[in-house]
T-cell receptor, first 114, second 112 residues
Framework: NAGVTQTPKFQVLKTGQSMTLQCAQD?????MSWYRQDPGMGLRLIHY???????DQGEVPNGYNVSRSTTEDFPLRLLSAAPSQTSVYFC?????????????FGPGTRLTVT | SQQGEEDPQALSIQEGENATMNCSYK?????LQWYRQNSGRGLVHLIL?????REKHSGRLRVTLDTSKKSSSLLITASRAADTASYFC????????????FGTGTQLKVEL
């Protein structure tokens, strides 16, 4: 199993540009989520999904959209990039949406917005 | 807002010594998890302790949970240089589910 994969690894955007961060998992996990990590802030939840067709907002959802059309994929869209979105983005998945289980993280996407 | 606060923010020890990190949180939880992050990499799950448990062991790791004090500690015994990493606690909401809230982390450096 590849686990959780993320692409791209690095990305530089200009203010106002849009892009999609890709996330895929091959473990048939129901739960998937996106976090951002900023220095000294730990990880903050952006959006999450408890199954295909179901998404919800986390702690810092503004400026981001998600969709979950399949169990495997959970892309994160930046609609109009801003310098405040410069961060490292992690996708995670877990086998259950209800029980509270360990989460498997991808390697991250380092995004810089100039 | 951050649920967990870790203490200390940074810790430097010699190989073979024990390392203790503490996590305090603010609201009720279903479970508390510890993760490790090596520099520039994703997080790796270490251990999960549920709110009705007080102590859990996994290899060289020992985790305690005191729900009355809303705190947890992670002990790494006989540390190795390979344990050098950042360690994060994360809490799960009281109703269950996987919406974790992470602390700010402890940077551990184990020197030879």
């Amino acid at each position: 199993n590849a686990g959780v994969t993320q692409t791209p690894k690095f990305q530089v955007l200009k203010t106002g540009q849009s892009m999609t961060l890709q996330c895929a998992q091959d473990m048939n996990h129901e739960y998937m989520s996106w976090y951002r990590q900023d220095p000294g802030m730990g990880l903050r939840l952006i959006h999450y999904s408890v199954g295909a067709g179901i998404t919800d907002q986390g702690e810092v959802p503004n400026g981001y959209n998600v969709s979950r059309s399949t169990t495997e994929d959970f892309p994160l869209r930046l609609l109009s990039a801003a310098p405040s979105q410069t961060s490292v983005y992690f996708c995670a998945s877990s086998s259950s949406g209800t029980g509270g289980d360990e989460q498997y993280f991808g390697p991250g996407t380092r995004l810089t917005v100039t | 807002s951050q649920q967990g606060e870790e203490d200390p923010q940074a810790l430097s020890i010699q190989e073979g010594e024990n390392a203790t990190m503490n996590c305090s949180y603010k609201t009720s939880i279903n479970n508390l998890q510890w993760y490790r992050q090596n520099s520039g990499r994703g997080l790796v799950h270490l251990i999960l302790i549920r709110s009705n448990e007080r102590e859990k062991h996994s290899g060289r790791l020992r985790v305690t949970l005191d729900t009355s004090k809303k705190s947890s500690s992670l002990l790494i015994t006989a540390s190795r240089a390979a344990d050098t990493a950042s360690y994060f606690c994360a809490t799960g909401p009281p109703g269950g589910g996987n919406k974790l809230t992470f602390g700010t982390g402890t940077q551990l450096k184990v020197e030879l």
